[in-house]
């Protein structure tokens, strides 16, 4: 081979390692923005949309001008999962319980897990469907134990939810909304209640923690 041939050939094995680096950076950084996207919308424990991608959603369901339902779920008694079975069994017992409410049938939309013990669906229909997919996900926790880490959980919740056709209704009402239903379903030991617009508020309690 002549030296100027050997030179070429240095060259190009030049560019294309070169090339072949750049093609492997570009795509560990569209992997690592991907992973990013997913977990800034994604819970890390149950794998669910969170609070945030549940919000987007929610917001595009009252654009679209349908009908459309919010129902909030609260784990009764998870602090005892914890402090008796241990964090690992706690977590266990969240995935298990977001994969039941994740396969929960349209007019379920999504579920998502907004904070600690609590979860949300999104529902479309109406007010019957709500109802149902509440009354659905509420049979579905407490058909049987879960079996977690250190045993078996016998899961009880609270079911509160919400329905509107109204366009201009906010986010932060319909939590609201689902929030005090569920919160009255909890202290009446009811399992499930939903919204009622003549309804007293049960109590006092916060309920902008949902809309962050």
Same mark, same amino acid.
């Given at each position: 081979?002549?030296?100027?041939?050997?030179?070429?050939? &240095? /060259?190009?094995?030049?560019?294309?390692?070169?090339?072949?680096?750049?093609?492997? =950076?570009?795509?560990?950084?569209?992997?690592?923005?991907?992973?990013?996207?997913?977990? *800034?919308?994604?819970?890390?424990?149950?794998?669910?949309?969170?609070?945030?991608?549940?919000?987007?959603?929610?917001?595009?369901?009252?654009? !679209?001008?349908?009908?459309?339902?919010?129902?909030?779920?609260?784990? !009764?008694?998870?602090?005892?999962?914890?402090?008796?079975?241990?964090?690992?069994?706690?977590?266990?017992? $969240?995935?298990?319980?977001?994969?039941? $409410?994740? /396969? $929960?049938?349209?007019?379920?939309? &999504?579920?998502?897990? $907004?904070?600690? !013990?609590?979860?949300?669906?999104?529902?479309?229909? !109406?007010?019957?469907?709500?109802?149902? *997919?509440?009354?659905?996900?509420?049979?579905?926790?407490? *058909? *049987?134990? &879960?079996?977690?880490?250190?045993?078996?959980?016998?899961? /009880?919740?609270?079911?509160?939810?919400? %329905?509107?056709?109204?366009?201009?209704?906010?986010?932060?009402?319909? =939590?609201?909304?689902?929030?005090?239903?569920?919160?009255?379903?909890?202290?009446?030991?009811?399992?499930?209640?939903? %919204? %009622?617009?003549?309804?007293?508020?049960?109590?006092?309690?916060?309920?902008?923690?949902?809309?962050?």
């Amino acid at each position: 081979m002549s030296p100027t041939v050997h030179t070429i050939a &240095i /060259a190009v094995g030049g560019i294309l390692a070169g090339l072949a680096l750049a093609g492997t =950076l570009l795509w560990q950084q569209q992997q690592a923005v991907r992973v990013a996207r997913y977990q *800034a919308t994604h819970d890390d424990v149950t794998g669910l949309p969170n609070r945030r991608m549940f919000l987007t959603r929610l917001r595009a369901a009252l654009a !679209d001008n349908a009908p459309v339902g919010v129902v909030l779920l609260d784990l !009764d008694r998870f602090k005892t999962v914890n402090d008796t079975l241990g964090h690992d069994a706690g977590n266990d017992l $969240l995935d298990h319980v977001g994969r039941l $409410l994740a /396969a $929960l049938r349209t007019p379920v939309e &999504i579920a998502a897990r $907004l904070s600690g !013990d609590e979860f949300a669906l999104l529902v479309r229909g !109406d007010p019957d469907e709500v109802a149902a *997919a509440a009354h659905a996900a509420s049979r579905v926790l407490t *058909a *049987a134990p &879960i079996r977690v880490v250190n045993g078996e959980v016998t899961v /009880a919740a609270s079911v509160g939810y919400t %329905h509107t056709h109204d366009p201009h209704a906010s986010p932060r009402q319909l =939590l609201a909304e689902a929030d005090a239903a569920m919160y009255h379903a909890k202290r009446a030991g009811t399992g499930v209640h939903g %919204h %009622h617009p003549l309804a007293p508020p049960p109590g006092r309690r916060s309920r902008d923690r949902h809309y962050h």
